[in-house]
């Protein structure tokens, strides 16, 4: 008899694969390196009783929806926390650090990979501050360890989640100092209209940047990091307008008050 299936992964995908194969009557095993499930994304709070109502209603539902899908059909599933995969042996076999550090083979019929994507760094002038963090640790502080951040934060790079984290941000209370997106509006723009095929993630982003004007939060296009600045922990940010090729115009750069400066410039695959 074969091994099951084995998933690596413990985000939605790799739950979504799992509850999959259990509505077909596929029992699977899945690792996964966290102390829990959900992902970064869907992970949920590390304390009990805590809300997330400044996450927005819907990624509430979508979080309980996700894990109470799994509950259902976790008979049918191996998890197996704590586990991370350093390897392949042959053919259909894995090696895995288990939760003491102790090296096991997990064989495996199929394999799945859904090991998720870590952030991608653009290293700039005082990069290593304390005080400076990747957009998507910053998310997953407010979201899993329920941490908000110190003093003014500011947010820069590139992307849908800068919008996203920043209105989360403000809704916790926290005084967001500005977001700054690399790219040129007109580009944006231009891209945008790509998604009128699907008119709620449309008006989601329209919505986000109705919330941050409607709350005088600054928000800059073409414009990016230069410079952190600070002694012994963040104290300033130099920023500046970009060219299409993204070179900052140093003549035109001006300071941010900050005592958080968040970074998001995408996601890298980890497969």
Avoid at 235 to 259: F, H
Wanted: charged content about 20%; aromatic content about 6%; glycine content about 12%.
């Amino acid at each position: 008899m074969s091994p099951d299936p084995v998933i690596v992964g413990g985000g939605p995908a790799a739950i979504s694969a799992a509850i999959e194969l259990a509505q077909h009557g596929v029992r699977s095993t899945l690792l996964e390196e966290a102390s829990r499930l959900g992902g970064v994304v869907y992970r949920g709070p590390l304390r009990e009783g805590v809300e997330l109502d400044y996450l927005g209603e819907r990624y509430k539902d979508a979080l309980h929806k996700l894990h109470a899908e799994f509950a259902d059909i976790a008979h049918s599933v191996d998890v197996r926390l704590n586990h991370r995969v350093v390897g392949g042996q042959g053919e259909h076999s894995l090696q895995v650090l288990d939760p003491d550090e102790r090296l096991q083979e997990v064989g495996f019929g199929q394999l799945l990979l859904g090991a998720g994507c870590h952030e991608r760094s653009v290293p700039f002038p005082g990069w290593t501050i304390p005080g400076v963090i990747m957009l998507g640790g910053l998310q997953l502080q407010i979201k899993s360890g329920v941490v908000k951040p110190r003093g003014p934060t500011l947010i820069v790079g590139t992307g849908p989640l800068l919008m996203l984290v920043a209105c989360q941000l403000h809704a916790a209370g926290v005084e967001v100092a500005g977001v700054y997106e690399a790219c040129e509006f007109t580009r944006i723009a231009k891209e945008s209209l790509t998604l009128l095929n699907q008119p709620q993630l449309f008006l989601d982003g329209l919505s986000m940047l109705m919330y941050l004007k409607r709350h005088g939060v600054t928000v800059r296009y073409g414009w990016g990091v230069v410079q952190a600045r600070g002694e012994g922990e963040l104290s300033e940010v130099i920023v500046a307008p970009y060219s299409g090729t993204w070179q900052p115009d140093l003549s035109k750069a001006q300071p941010v008050m900050a005592r958080t400066l968040a970074v998001g410039y995408g996601f890298i695959p980890r497969t």
